[in-house]
């Protein structure tokens, strides 16, 4: 079957550090490849995608890049804010499974000021 | 606004009354889903469309129904709810099920309580 794991949290982080948060995957086919941020209270948002080998998804500062060789898609950020402090949710969908999500089990970060 | 709506967002309810969460989308999308949010175990989906009268459930569909008879709205109907039913539950929709238009947009969550 499909599955993602993500590190546990919670990540501690103090404002300007980098940031990585690791994510690989297992998955019965060429998923496409996706980052989903939670803020407290909030839903799920779309932070980014990679849909082949190779790709680099990228926004609001964060990136990852979809690596086929090793089934990584690990986020990561040069800087992170106070404001980035969260629960990341890295998640995979096949075409031909209904464009279910998998989802790893969610990795909360806090930053401290 | 482009967005995915949900009602009610919070609900309490007993063991055995149904219910029903509505879910709508502005956005045109052909694709919607359900998915429910448990801790330790993730977001997990229920149900999905892929168009409308078009419905297949997801990995946890037992005791859930759902109907999709326009194509902005995807309820979720819960016949005679359980206390194993509570849980923090999301509507999603994309454009499409596959494809470059696959990322799938999500409402803001109902936490439903079954005492």
């Known amino acids: 079957g499909n599955s993602v794991t993500q590190m546990e949290g919670p990540v501690t982080l103090s404002e300007e550090a980098f940031l990585t948060i690791n994510c690989t995957y297992t998955?019965?086919?060429?998923?496409?490849l996706f980052w989903y941020v939670q803020y407290p209270g909030e839903g799920l948002q779309l932070l980014l995608k990679a849909t082949k080998a190779d790709d680099k998804g990228s926004n609001k500062g964060f990136e990852a890049t979809y690596r086929k060789e090793t089934t990584s898609f690990h986020l990561e950020k040069g800087s992170v804010q106070v404001s980035d402090s969260a629960v990341y949710f890295c998640?995979?969908?096949?075409?031909?499974?209904?464009?279910?999500?998998?989802f790893g089990g969610g990795t909360r970060l806090m930053v401290k000021p | 606004e482009a967005q995915v709506t949900q009602n009610p967002r919070y609900l309490i309810t007993v063991t055995g009354k149904k219910l029903t969460v509505t879910c709508s989308q502005n956005m045109n999308h052909e694709y919607m889903s359900w998915y429910r949010q448990d801790p330790g175990l993730g977001l997990r989906q229920i149900y999905y469309?892929?168009?409308?009268?078009?419905?297949d459930k997801g990995d946890v569909p037992e005791g859930y129904k759902v109907s999709r008879k326009e194509k902005r709205n995807f309820p979720l109907i819960l016949e005679s709810p359980s206390p194993n039913q509570t849980s923090l539950y999301f509507c999603a929709s994309s454009l499409a099920a596959g494809g470059e238009y696959n990322e799938q947009f999500f409402g803001p969550g109902t936490r439903l309580t079954v005492l």
């Open positions: 998955a019965t086919g060429y998923p496409s």
């Open positions: 469309s892929m168009n409308v009268e078009v419905t």
């Open positions: 998640a995979l969908t096949l075409n031909n499974a209904g464009n279910m999500l998998t």
